[in-house]
């Protein structure tokens, strides 16, 4: 299924680069310089093992397994352990890290007569360490995502570099083959981890806040740490490339920790640079060699969050001459979008090829979600534009958002039940009601009642992903549920913490620990930047989770 729509996104997006002038020629020279002018230098610091670890099955433990001490090896003996003896070892370095990989190969007594050859795989959980990975047929992403790699070593005494850039925690060398008259030790063990996150010299937690709290938000901001390169990844390991839709929580996450704006710039510029030439944007960018677009993500609700997302920058930074730039590239969204309103208000899918993403539960139903969203971007553009001066832009914008929500109401919501339902089969799931709650479409009595009554509704669709939970808490927080909210964030985030997340995981349901997207667990993103947004409602409720 997914397979299709980006067939159809594919021919839609070159249908129309072929037929449209290039409305943003004349700009987009200028936007991907700015876009260079705002990379982010990368910080870089040398990590070492900080010890031996072997692996324990334990039915309790996430995923079923469980990384224990070596009480018999430390990475300081390794260093003078005949590795042709050991031949297998799994290093932890204690936290998760992103960038480069080295060791070395220390001659003992004899010499190197032939190439040693070792396989090191590096990994961010335990049970990623210790599923087999082969065969790969069934599984949805590439077999290479993975980061276990054999290489061959021709000189001893000289530190080997992976090129490939990882990212984890965990790291088992295997010896593949060697001379066997050659006794060696690994040596010189170092990862050089880099991110443009600058160090945070106070946390900026109250001295109430529960402990379980301030593990979650040292948790979130390892997690964005990892992904904040030089543009937001949405996972260091895996996929390594900027989404809109991931770039929109960073962003919130970044304004409380690590406050770098430049970066969200950067990325605000490089979806500009890289527009269809329609003035439509591509879902998400690829950065090297060089910054270009998947042209098979057209995504009207991630180019609605790039709307949202050059509000919050104008919120973080009042940086008037990069918005008021990137302003019509915000226009061109929201007019795409409306192209797929019908008369009666309705926002019909059916209208083009868009991927409208909100979750991946599977068997979800959007059409009440984007709905929804493209009523809060309505608004969220007409504030910016008339805090910028240019109300006539968006002066039509508010009559529309006001016929989507009355056909909301009229159409897709349940007059019974409170409850709005989605697509034919009249689908019900939280994150219908929580983005209707976003769009300001219920009042704070009506979004109390309607998320009370779906959260017990055992036949509700519940959310599938931190992405999807952090619009439910803020759909409990706008309606005034801040037990609630404070209760869920701390069960579904600080369950993580609790199985061992040193960052979160994309994808994490307390009730299946195998739970993929992509049919096999271990290829799932366990530092994924969609679920550092604790981060954002820790420090900007502090009296709903700080005390």
């Known amino acids: 299924m997914k397979q299709s729509i980006f067939l159809l996104a594919f021919v839609f997006a070159a249908a ?102 070792l396989k090191l795989f590096l990994g961010e959980v335990p049970a990623e360490m210790n599923t087999p990975l082969d065969p790969w047929a069934d599984n949805r992403l590439a077999r290479s995502w993975m980061q276990d790699e054999v290489v061959t070593l021709t000189l001893s005494d000289k530190a080997y570099r992976l090129d490939r850039r990882v990212s984890g925690r965990y790291l088992t060398v295997e010896l593949m083959g060697s001379s066997s008259t050659y006794d060696f030790a690994l040596d010189s063990i170092t990862f050089v981890s880099e991110t443009s996150a600058k160090p945070i010299a106070d946390d900026g937690l109250l001295p109430t806040c529960p402990p379980i709290i301030r593990d979650i938000d040292r948790v979130g901001k390892a997690t964005l740490r990892e992904c904040m390169q030089t543009v937001y990844e949405d996972g260091p390991k895996r996929d390594r490339r900027l989404w809109t839709g991931d770039m929109y929580l960073e962003s919130l996450a970044n304004r409380y920790s ?14 500009a640079g890289l527009a269809r030439e329609d003035g439509i944007l591509h879902g998400n960018i690829f950065e090297y060699p060089t910054p270009k677009p998947q042209i098979i993500n057209y995504m009207v609700s991630y180019n609605l969050l790039y709307v949202m997302s050059l509000l919050e920058y104008w919120r973080d930074t009042k940086d008037r001459e990069t918005v008021l730039d990137l302003w019509p590239v915000a226009l061109r969204q929201v007019e795409d979008a409306l192209r797929y309103v019908r008369p009666d208000g309705i926002f019909d899918q059916s209208r083009g090829s868009s991927w409208n993403f909100f979750d991946w539960r599977p068997g979800i139903d959007v059409a009440v979600c984007i709905q929804a969203l493209t009523i809060d971007a309505l608004r969220g553009i007409t504030e910016l534009g008339q805090e910028l001066g240019r109300s006539e832009d968006v002066k039509a914008y508010p009559a529309r958002a006001k016929l989507m929500t009355a056909a909301a109401r009229k159409q897709m919501m349940d007059k019974k039940s409170g409850l709005f339902m989605s697509g034919p089969d009249r689908q019900v799931s939280v994150l219908s009601q929580a983005w209707m709650i976003r769009a300001g479409v219920l009042n704070r009595k009506e979004a109390r009642r309607a998320l009370t009554a779906v959260l017990e509704m055992p036949e509700s669709l519940k959310p599938g992903t931190p992405y999807a939970t952090h619009y439910l808490i803020e759909a409990m927080l706008l309606a005034g549920m801040t037990d609630e909210a404070r209760e869920y964030l701390t069960d579904y985030w600080g369950g993580m913490v609790q199985r061992g997340a040193d960052t979160f ?43």
Request: charged share 25%.
């Open 16 to 117: 129309w680069t072929a037929r449209a002038d290039d409305v943003y020629q004349a700009e987009r020279s200028r936007w991907l310089r700015l876009a260079e002018e705002s990379k982010p230098e990368l910080i870089h610091s040398s990590h070492h093992p900080v010890r031996v670890v072997k692996a324990v099955e334990d039915k309790g433990a996430y995923q079923g397994w469980r990384f224990e001490t070596d009480k018999e090896m430390t990475p300081e003996r390794l260093a003078t352990t005949n590795f042709r003896q050991l031949r297998r070892v799994t290093l932890d370095f204690g936290d998760h890290l992103t960038g480069y990989l080295s060791l070395s190969l220390r001659s003992l007594e004899s010499m190197m007569d032939a190439p040693t050859r």
């Open 258 to 271: 690590f406050q770098n704006h430049r970066l969200t710039k950067r990325c605000l510029y490089l979806f």
């Open 505 to 547: 995981f994309e994808a994490y349901d307390p009730t299946n620990d195998n739970l993929s997207p992509y049919n096999f667990s271990p290829v799932n993103s366990y530092c994924h930047a969609w679920s550092c947004t604790p981060i954002y409602f820790i420090h900007k409720y502090p009296e709903v989770f700080q005390r």
